[in-house]
């Protein structure tokens, strides 16, 4: 039997719910006020509850439970639970916010602040769960059946197909081009605040420097900047000359040091880009053990 990590499950557990606040809180005070319809599923849930006055926390309910059925044969199991956790939760919230009469913002501008501000924790919802390796119901199990069948096909793009099309078909409900703005708006913004949360925190940038002094480099390297290195051994394809590769991941405070070291080596080329992501460990000492 695998053993279980009580502590983690705890953890996600409790980022679960913290979600699920967040999507039951962000849905219920800046959007269904400021009468717009969100990307993906909450979308479709939020114009029915428009349409009928019933609680879209029954929508999403009566929605996302076929899709789960479904992905309980296509995905990992741990993805289906709390996937389910989370669509139970933000349901039940959702409906004991509106029963409460709890606070609803009133823009007075156009709408402009409800689509930045629930784009934010949406957004952050979101990446919460995909961080878990579960998702916030909807248009990602959807994209993720897919995906179980077609490994290389393009999730991103299916997923914001279906946004689109759903924030199209709601002109006809608000009959009001303000409200596909907001909407357009709202999509905007959840992408990059699920990004942040999906990104590594340490950002970093990869220095690639082709050289033929490779040993007088990584002395300055090791020595100068306290920082680590691969070396690739390599080929210039139009002198056919050998020559190697320096490749470091050094924090962003470094670059201007870096560049300090490399100017040192006029026959040297330099090239540096942003890392997305930044994980695991090194070693301090030569004979440490990499973890």
């Known amino acids: 039997m695998k053993n279980i990590n009580y502590k983690k499950e705890l953890l996600n557990t409790l980022l679960t719910i913290v979600a699920a606040a967040l999507s039951a809180f962000g849905l219920h005070v800046f959007v269904y006020p400021a009468s717009f319809a969100p990307a993906g599923i909450d979308g479709v849930a939020t114009m029915l509850q428009e349409i009928s006055g019933l609680n879209a926390g029954y929508y999403s309910l009566m929605i996302n439970v076929p899709l789960l059925i479904v992905a309980w044969f ?4 741990k993805y289906v639970i709390y996937t389910v956790v989370f669509t139970v939760l933000s349901s039940i919230m959702l409906v004991i916010l509106e029963t409460l009469s709890f606070y609803q913002y ?3 501008g156009a709408g402009l602040i409800s689509a930045v501000f629930s784009g934010v924790m949406l ?3 979101t990446g919460i769960m995909l961080k878990l390796g579960a998702s916030s119901g909807g248009v990602d199990i959807i994209a993720s059946i897919v995906q179980s069948r077609r490994v290389h096909g393009n999730i991103e793009k299916i997923i914001t197909l279906i946004c689109y099309a759903i924030i199209g078909v709601s002109y006809f409900l608000y009959n009001d081009l303000n409200s596909i703005l907001l909407s357009v708006i709202q999509m905007f913004v959840f992408e990059k605040a699920s990004a942040v949360i999906m990104k590594e925190t340490r950002n970093a940038v990869v220095f690639k420097i082709v050289t ?3 040993d007088e480099i990584k002395n300055d390297i090791i020595y100068v900047l306290k920082h680590g290195a691969t070396i690739v051994e390599s080929k210039g394809m ?5 020559s190697s590769i320096i490749i470091s991941v050094v924090n962003i405070r470094q670059i201007p040091e870096f560049l300090k070291i490399t100017k040192k080596y ?4 330099v090239y540096y880009s942003d890392v997305t992501g930044v994980n695991g460990n090194f070693r301090w000492f030569k004979d ?3 973890k």
């Open 123 to 125: 957004g952050v919802r």
């Open 266 to 269: 006029p026959d040297t080329f």
């Open 74 to 77: 296509f995905l990992k199991k």
């Open 106 to 108: 009133q823009d007075v």
């Open 288 to 290: 440490d053990v990499a």
């Open 238 to 242: 139009f002198t056919n000359e050998g």
């Open 212 to 214: 033929r002094n490779p």
